[in-house]
């Protein structure tokens, strides 16, 4: 369905039906986000707006985390899968739906198949982490077939899409569908109604921007003073690059990592929606956070207030420190999701630990005399460094070949005494840098 199918699509059919017509917001109202939100009640968890006092005071201003990570399916996109399900017809339903997700869109979708006995396809890429593929399943049960293709999302949602055209099933988009994106826009009104009042600034993730559209079309009619600080992941900005460009443009590269926002183009409707807002004096600015930075907010998540977080879901409050914010203002953090799996937990504590500056990666080519690791061990390493990886790189011939050795320094600023101290020790050492082609095939 096109852009101008999609703005037009008749009452009767689940598309925008709110008295007065189409507005600048692109045929979306918030009219449609407030009918959006009496269908999907009784469904959905109302979450809880939480004050985070470590985030507080961190910035000077009053920050409340928005919980959605608390919903039945640990993330927000239920609101916009049952808003979108909830309006077919009968005959839709009875050919049964398809969806691509990188796995929370699909565990909405799922449940929404179950709540609604509606029979599913649901396509993921192979990369989507296990726990997410077992929430999936639990949440659908026999109302699901899940399909794994490809390594990103945009593979699974080209093999969903044939899947569509091959036998009928009504796809069900995870954002570029007015009906999803009023679904998640009501999140901006129980922000409005839980605070009592507008906050002065709401940080939203993005991906493919169904979240960030819902809010600007509902913030635009009922508070238009709030400022929107959309957050994308530096290896998958494709809002960023859709602004530059004037529209969405497809990225070359993609870094799956932050899996529930690693989308490569953003959509047609989400872009349609919030452009206005991103113009020069809008609402609307975009920052781009590292990975590694992610990870770091995650741990503190889970350690100060005892949130389990996914990458996405951490997004937000990632980018406080980069955002110009006014001593005293209130701000609302989206905490989007909470599917993570256990597993990527030592990927995550590697990365924080190299945002940090802590932890660094050489190879070091030994002198082959007695004593060589022990004078490194003794010489070279400082009184609260740790050797956390020691390996040699030639396996078969230790004699000859150079060893990866991976340091975690007690404080990040100790690591120019750790490269004086090599640099005059009598062997070679080469550092490998984050980023490097060396270190990601090595790490």
């Given at each position: 369905?096109?852009?101008s199918?999609q703005l037009d699509v008749?009452?009767g059919s689940?598309?925008?039906?709110?008295a007065?017509?189409?507005t600048?917001?692109?045929?979306?109202?918030a009219?449609?986000?407030?009918?959006?939100?009496?269908?999907i009640a009784?469904?959905i968890?109302?979450?809880?707006?939480?004050?985070?006092?470590?985030?507080?005071?961190?910035?000077g201003?009053?920050?409340?985390l928005?919980?959605?990570?608390?919903?039945?399916v640990?993330s927000y996109?239920?609101r916009g899968?049952?808003?979108?399900?909830s309006?077919?017809t009968?005959d839709?339903?009875?050919?049964?739906v398809?969806?691509?997700?990188?796995?929370?869109?699909?565990q909405?979708?799922?449940f929404?198949c179950?709540?609604?006995g509606i029979?599913?396809?649901i396509?993921l890429?192979?990369t989507?982490?296990?726990?997410?593929?077992?929430r999936?399943?639990?949440?659908?049960?026999?109302?699901?077939?899940l399909?794994l293709?490809g390594?990103?999302f945009?593979d699974?949602a080209?093999?969903a899409?044939?899947?569509?055209v091959?036998?009928g099933a009504?796809?069900?988009?995870p954002?570029?569908d007015?009906?999803?994106?009023?679904?998640q826009g009501?999140?901006?009104?129980?922000?409005?109604?839980?605070?009592?009042?507008?906050?002065?600034?709401?940080?939203?993730p993005?991906?493919?921007?169904?979240l960030v559209a819902g809010?600007t079309?509902y913030?635009r009619e009922?508070?238009?003073?709030v400022?929107?600080?959309?957050?994308?992941?530096?290896?998958?900005a494709?809002?960023t690059a859709?602004l530059?460009?004037?529209g969405?443009?497809?990225l070359e590269?993609?870094?799956?990592?932050v899996?529930?926002?690693?989308?490569?183009r953003i959509?047609d409707?989400?872009?349609?929606?919030?452009a206005p807002s991103a113009?020069?004096g809008g609402v609307?600015?975009?920052?781009s956070v590292?990975?590694?930075?992610?990870?770091?907010e995650?741990?503190?998540?889970y350690?100060?207030?005892g949130i389990?977080?996914?990458?996405?879901g951490?997004?937000?409050?990632?980018?406080?420190?980069?955002?110009?914010?006014?001593p005293?203002?209130t701000v609302?953090c989206l905490?989007s999701g909470?599917n993570?799996?256990v597993?990527?937990?030592?990927?995550?504590?590697?990365?924080?630990l190299?945002?940090s500056?802590?932890k660094?990666y050489?190879?070091?080519d030994?002198?082959?005399e007695?004593?060589a690791?022990?004078r490194?061990?003794?010489?070279?390493?400082?009184?609260?460094?740790?050797?956390?990886?020691?390996?040699?790189?030639?396996?078969?011939?230790?004699?000859?070949?150079a060893?990866?050795?991976?340091?975690?320094?007690?404080?990040?600023g100790?690591?120019?005494?750790?490269?004086?101290?090599?640099a005059?020790a009598?062997?070679d050492v080469?550092?490998?840098e984050p980023?490097?082609?060396?270190?990601?095939?090595?790490m």
């Amino acid at each position: 369905m096109s852009v101008s199918e999609q703005l037009d699509v008749p009452a009767g059919s689940g598309g925008p039906t709110a008295a007065g017509g189409p507005t600048a917001a692109g045929g979306l109202t918030a009219a449609d986000v407030e009918q959006a939100a009496r269908r999907i009640a009784g469904v959905i968890e109302r979450t809880p707006l939480q004050p985070c006092d470590r985030l507080s005071q961190a910035t000077g201003t009053q920050v409340y985390l928005k919980r959605e990570d608390l919903q039945v399916v640990r993330s927000y996109k239920l609101r916009g899968a049952y808003n979108l399900m909830s309006q077919l017809t009968s005959d839709e339903r009875a050919a049964g739906v398809v969806c691509a997700s990188a796995g929370n869109h699909a565990q909405g979708v799922a449940f929404a198949c179950r709540s609604l006995g509606i029979s599913g396809t649901i396509y993921l890429p192979r990369t989507t982490p296990r726990q997410k593929r077992d929430r999936i399943r639990a949440h659908g049960g026999d109302q699901v077939e899940l399909l794994l293709v490809g390594d990103t999302f945009d593979d699974a949602a080209e093999a969903a899409a044939q899947h569509a055209v091959d036998t009928g099933a009504i796809m069900v988009r995870p954002f570029d569908d007015l009906r999803t994106i009023a679904g998640q826009g009501t999140i901006a009104a129980e922000i409005l109604e839980d605070l009592g009042r507008a906050p002065d600034v709401i940080v939203v993730p993005v991906g493919g921007g169904g979240l960030v559209a819902g809010l600007t079309v509902y913030l635009r009619e009922h508070a238009p003073q709030v400022r929107i600080a959309a957050v994308e992941p530096v290896g998958a900005a494709s809002l960023t690059a859709a602004l530059v460009a004037g529209g969405p443009v497809r990225l070359e590269t993609l870094d799956p990592f932050v899996d529930g926002a690693a989308v490569r183009r953003i959509g047609d409707l989400t872009y349609a929606l919030v452009a206005p807002s991103a113009q020069p004096g809008g609402v609307l600015g975009v920052t781009s956070v590292e990975a590694g930075a992610i990870c770091t907010e995650m741990l503190s998540l889970y350690q100060n207030e005892g949130i389990i977080s996914e990458p996405a879901g951490a997004l937000s409050v990632t980018a406080l420190p980069l955002l110009d914010l006014t001593p005293g203002s209130t701000v609302v953090c989206l905490i989007s999701g909470g599917n993570n799996d256990v597993s990527r937990y030592g990927e995550i504590v590697e990365r924080s630990l190299v945002h940090s500056g802590l932890k660094h990666y050489f190879l070091v080519d030994f002198p082959q005399e007695p004593g060589a690791l022990r004078r490194f061990l003794d010489d070279v390493l400082g009184p609260d460094d740790d050797i956390t990886l020691f390996e040699y790189v030639k396996r078969n011939n230790r004699e000859t070949g150079a060893a990866l050795v991976g340091i975690e320094l007690g404080v990040a600023g100790s690591l120019p005494g750790l490269l004086e101290r090599m640099a005059a020790a009598p062997m070679d050492v080469e550092r490998i840098e984050p980023g490097s082609a060396a270190y990601r095939f090595l790490m």
